[in-house]
């Protein structure tokens, strides 16, 4: 059974990297279907798709964050990850990750974590 | 970037009853257009992908259509369970964007 699990800091100050990772279970990160994405959830916001990762490193970001995020992928060990620099308070959100279906609808969501930046 | 507008922000339904909601794009996405259910604090769930087509183990009360710019989500006979805030999703155009969500209230 395929689950996502993200951990990361849940406070971070501003100015500062946001730095989340996500462990994938139960499938292989190095599918040829599947991209690996970050989705975030600022409260009482919509979701917003921060960019996605294919296993051979190929990303795609949202142009609203490009010039601040990385994301990479660890296939030996079986996951992805997010960094986000420069954080304001605007960036308090719920940060997901989730499984692609190539470019398109976002199949499995891990359980998401809280991230909240202030001083 | 294409905005999606769902309709209506809020439901209140009884159970058994017929739910409708509406996803209309800003400009024509094809089919390119996905449903998911928020229920909370949890996180959201893929139920209909590319406009129509049911994913794997969603009930089949959960149905999906449309294309272009118009597209519905269709809760038939809904059951307490159902209670969440359901979100569009298109993937025809980067960035991908989401509607601001519909809160189906069990009465």
């Known amino acids: 059974q395929l689950q996502l699990q993200e951990s990361g800091p849940g406070l971070v100050k501003p100015s500062e990297t946001l730095s989340l990772t996500c462990t994938v279970s139960g499938d292989s990160i190095s599918s040829v279907t599947h991209y690996w994405a970050w989705i975030r959830q600022p409260p009482g916001k919509r979701l917003e798709w921060i960019g996605s990762?294919?296993?051979?490193?190929?990303?795609y970001y949202n142009p609203s964050l490009k010039s601040r995020v990385n994301i990479s992928i660890d296939t030996s060990k079986n996951q992805f990850s997010l960094q986000l620099s420069s954080v304001t308070a605007a960036d308090t959100a719920v940060y997901f990750c989730a499984r692609q279906f190539l470019r398109e609808a976002f199949e499995y969501w891990g359980q998401g974590t809280l991230v909240t930046v202030s001083s | 970037e294409i905005v999606l507008t769902q309709s209506p922000n809020f439901q209140s339904v009884t159970p058994k009853e017929k739910v409708t909601i509406t996803c209309r794009a800003s400009q024509s996405i094809g089919s390119r257009l996905h449903w998911y259910q928020q229920k909370p604090d949890q996180s959201p769930k893929l139920l209909i992908k590319?406009?129509?087509q049911s994913f794997s183990g969603v009930p089949s009360r959960f149905s999906g259509s449309g294309s272009g710019t118009d597209f519905t989500l269709t809760i038939n006979s809904l059951e307490a369970e159902d209670a969440a805030t359901y979100y569009c999703h298109q993937s025809n155009t980067l960035p991908g964007t989401f509607g601001q969500g519909t809160k189906v209230e069990i009465k």
């Open positions: 590319y406009a129509s």
């Open positions: 990762i294919f296993y051979s490193g190929s990303t």
